[in-house]
């Protein structure tokens, strides 16, 4: 208890004195604690996003000012993820699928801390799925630098991690990658039977994984004879023309045969592939003077040029667009299957692959040269990369490294020759139309408006022209080693090209 009172005293010494008050201190100020209610999530609540906003709600009676600390992990681990919040809401990011988090808020007026109740949520567990692969599961003939891909559903980020092996019950992690496709930087094994599969993590967690998928790689091309030997049809006739390397001997096999196309003929040793109107390849082989059906493959293509490079024969097909098959051959050199490399909405004419296969050069009748090169197991059309004109009529395409050499009739036709490395487009002799190009042993063979014209392409920049055979109606011409045979109308011509620029008429046959 307290009392007061006031005195006034004047100058004279007079004084006077107030009434007296009193009044009490209390002992101990009382200070009330605040109050905090988790609001949202709900307890319980499923949460569908990778991040939740967390809300609370908090007073204080005495008015003092409030500071929240927030209390966050999964199950029961609670972490301090944050302290010295002065709002009444945090959000949390990262959230992980499938799991279970809680948290709580720890409040302070300055002199009392207490801890709200513990609140739980869930996030849903996402359905990913990883489907669609390529090559796709049981492919065959899968190039021993692949490039697999995949499709992915429900997720739009995490880490992809690439397993690959011979075995289904071990596979080794060969890699990772960000996006739904992986190049793999080594080389595969031919023939052979590899598995795969792909799984999806995120923050160290595995979100989804694919099923096991298989592929077989391709067959090791098969050893292609240097035999000279060329096929021409001609009038219901199949003529196999063979010499003799040394002597230029000439042996003729003309055998009756009911052909439908306008494919030329492949040789390769004592076998004979044939493609007709209808797509059916057929395989022929020689044996003394017969020759016999060995095999049948429908490619159900409309063929347009078939050709022999790196172990494998090459079609190209127009059926309903610019399609290019590559067919393996077994070790007999057997057509086995066929595949689509390559596919674009152009009209080519002709082909040629490049004997390391790693590019494919078409020769397209309205818009010229296109560039194919090879990725994975497949090609990819690259034209755009070179700054040289690939433009014209291309009836026919050969080339030499870094040298295409195009033959081309219309306005502008002729022999071109386009050096893709130094951009530079020249003409080459003096041409009007160019039909078909052959390359054999640095020598150029092509029909033109002069008949058969010979052009030595040993100093591939610097090509010379040895020799104009003058012969009319020339369809087509088929080389090997020093054998050329020509056939023109109903005419079969045989030459011997041993001297390339002086060829030596052999026989000919009507």
Known sequence: MYEWYVQLTDVSGNTSRSEIRRFEVPSEITNNPPLIALTSPQEGAVVDQSSVELRWSASDEDGDRLSFSLYFG????????????????????????????????????????LDSPLRRFTTTQRAVTIDTPSPSNGSEGIGIKPVLSWRTQGTTGGEFRIYLG?????????????????AY??????????????ELWEGGNLV??????????????????????????????????????????????RNPYQYQGKVSPVTNGDLIYMVDDTGRLVT??????????????????????????????????TK???????????????????????????????????????????ADALSGIKVLERSGSSYGDVSSRFTVSLNGYARSV?????????????????????????????????YYIVLKLFVSNNIIYAITDKGVSIIDISSPSQPVILRDIEISQVEEIRISGRLLAVRAGNRLLIYDVLSAGNPVLLNEYN
Do not use: C, H
Not at 80 to 107: A, C, Q
Not at 166 to 181: C, I, K
């Open 166 to 182: 011979t075995s289904r019950s071990f596979l080794p992690m060969v890699g990772t990658s960000a996006s739904s496709s992986f």
């Open 208 to 253: 989804s994984s694919s099923p096991l998928w298989q592929f077989s790689t391709e067959s090791r091309p098969v050893q292609v004879s240097d035999s000279t030997t060329v096929a021409v049809y001609v009038n219901g006739t199949l003529n196999v023309i063979s010499m003799d390397n040394t002597s230029g001997t000439v042996s003729v096999i």
């Open 398 to 430: 050969v080339a030499v490294q870094d040298l295409v050499f195009s033959g081309e009739a219309g306005i502008d036709g002729g022999l071109k020759m386009i050096d893709l490395s130094r951009s530079v487009r020249s003409n080459l002799g003096k």
């Open 185 to 198: 930087t080594g080389e595969l094994e031919m023939e052979t039977t590899y598995f795969w599969r792909v």
């Open 284 to 317: 022929l082989r020689v044996s003394g003077t017969t020759i016999e059906t060995v095999s049948s493959l429908n490619t159900g293509t409309s063929p347009e040029t078939l050709v022999l490079a790196g172990g494998y024969l090459w079609l190209l097909d």
């Open 320 to 362: 309903s667009a610019a399609v290019v098959l590559r067919i393996s051959l077994d070790n007999r050199g057997i057509p086995i299957r066929s595949e689509s490399v390559f596919r674009d909405w152009t009209t080519p004419v002709d082909m040629f692959v490049s004997e390391d296969l790693s590019r494919i050069y078409l």
């Open 74 to 113: 999964k199950n029961n681990d609670m972490l301090l993820v944050s302290e010295s919040i002065t709002s009444n809401s945090f959000t949390v990011t990262n959230l992980e699928p499938g799991n279970s988090y809680g948290w709580y808020i720890r409040v302070s007026d300055g002199r009392i801390t």
